[in-house]
């Protein structure tokens, strides 16, 4: 049986998660997206914009460093399932790698500084206030897949 068909009444995608993503501070990012095509941009809490990475973007030679010489951006990724999993995150400003890339290793826990995608989105001015963490204070949860972002996008 594939997926989560032999759960009755569950649905994969709430067992699954999975992201491939650009963030960075919403008046950034829409700047730099503006002169590639087939970029959708999703709006996040805390001011910060997701720009998911579709095969049209990845082919579109999107390069980071020269993107954040406008402003810090950082490159996340997590597939999870059932709760195991791996993310990473990759933050660059001024046209330099500041942080990773940074990966969790499936079934450790994080570090106290938290997950990657929470460092990384700590880099770019996000706090995690009353929230568990910076990833949950953002909104990355709001959506399960990248794909799901797309729909978010405008």
């Known amino acids: 049986m594939d997926g989560a068909a032999w759960l009755p009444g569950i649905d994969e995608n709430t067992l699954m998660y999975r992201l ?13 997206a ?18 998911p990475i579709t095969d049209a973007v990845a082919g579109s030679g ?8 406008q402003g810090a951006v950082a490159y996340v990724e997590a597939d999870y399932w059932g709760g195991a999993g791996t993310q ?3 933050v660059w400003s001024g046209g330099h790698m500041v942080f990773g890339p940074l990966s969790s290793v499936e079934g450790e826990p994080f570090p106290p500084e938290g997950s990657p995608i929470s460092q990384a989105l700590r ?8 929230f568990y963490d910076e990833f949950d204070a953002v909104g990355l949860g709001r959506h399960r897949d990248t794909d799901r972002w797309l729909s978010a996008a405008d």
Do not use: C, F, N, Y
């Open 62 to 69: 999107l390069l980071l460093g020269d993107w954040s010489m």
């Open 34 to 51: 503006d002169g590639v095509e087939h970029v959708l941009l999703a709006p996040l809490d805390q001011g910060l914009a997701l720009l």
């Open 123 to 130: 880099l770019l001015g996000a706090g995690k206030g009353d």
């Open 88 to 90: 990473s995150a990759q």
């Open 20 to 32: 491939q993503a650009v963030i960075a501070a919403e008046p950034v990012l829409r700047t730099l």
